[in-house]
Nanobody, 122 residues
């Protein structure tokens, strides 16, 4: 059974940092891409970042480039999203997703975690 479990969310002041983790199980870790999405209240879910399973190359949405870093730890089967210079507009529930093509379409991902709340105060 494929499982994705996020953690690390919380409340932080603008300019601060948070580190999100997505622990995975139930599939061959290197074979699949893992992405982070986010959904703010009243808005559509949007892609944030993605790491390609085969070569660990990374993708970032323009609105997080230079602030967020995605990494992949094979031994721990964990994908981490380091978020720096957070702003109130980063407030959202953050989800990890698996089995997609590192694109921005929600429909291409087969599995999702339950999400972790990130709140950035001004």
């Amino acid at each position: 059974e494929v499982q994705l479990v996020e953690s690390g969310g919380g409340l932080v002041q603008a300019g601060g940092s948070l580190r999100l983790s997505c622990v995975t199980s139930g599939f061959t870790f290197d074979d699949y891409n893992i992405a982070w999405f986010r959904q703010a209240p009243g808005k559509e879910r949007e892609a944030v970042s993605c790491v390609v399973g085969s070569d660990k190359s990374t993708r970032y949405a323009d609105y997080v480039k230079g602030r967020f870093t995605i990494t992949s730890d094979n031994a721990r089967r964990t994908v981490t999203l380091q978020m720096n210079a957070l702003a109130p507009e980063d407030t959202a529930v953050y989800y990890c997703a698996a089995f997609g093509y590192c694109g921005s379409r929600i429909a291409e991902y087969d599995y999702w975690g339950q999400g972790t709340q990130v709140t950035v105060s001004s």
